[in-house]
Nanobody
């Protein structure tokens, strides 16, 4: 059974940092992409970062480039991390990880929501000014 657990959210002040985690089970990550999305109240869900486990390709939406870093944990092959630095109040949202299993599309296709079949439950990030 494919499952994703996202965690690591919380409350931080503007300029602060958080590390989100996405743990997967039920499939081998090596051939698929993990992406992070976020959804603020009253707004559409937007893709912000992804990583293709097969070749390490990463991608970021322009608004987070230079501040967020996505990676696979070097010690736990089933864990993907999102380091978020210099957080802004407008980035307050529920953050979700998702996988394109069983399709295997490469990262960088523009965060197409319909390509991501399995999702975590979401973790709240609140950035105060």
């Amino acid at each position: 059974q494919v499952q994703l657990w996202d965690s690591g959210g919380g409350g931080v002040q503007s300029g602060g940092s958080l590390i989100l985690s996405c743990r997967i089970s039920g499939f081998t990550l090596n051939y698929y992409t993990i992406a992070w999305f976020r959804q603020a109240p009253g707004k559409e869900r937007e893709g912000i970062s992804c990583i293709s486990a097969a070749d390490g390709t990463t991608d970021y939406v322009d608004s987070v480039k230079g501040r967020f870093t996505i990676s696979r944990d070097t010690r736990d092959k089933n864990l993907v991390l999102l380091q978020m630095n210099n957080l802004k109040p407008e980035e307050t949202a529920v953050y979700y990880c998702a996988t394109d299993f069983p399709y295997g599309y490469n990262c960088g296709r523009g965060f197409l929501i319909y390509e991501y079949k399995y999702w975590g439950q979401g973790t709240q990030v609140t950035v105060s000014s």
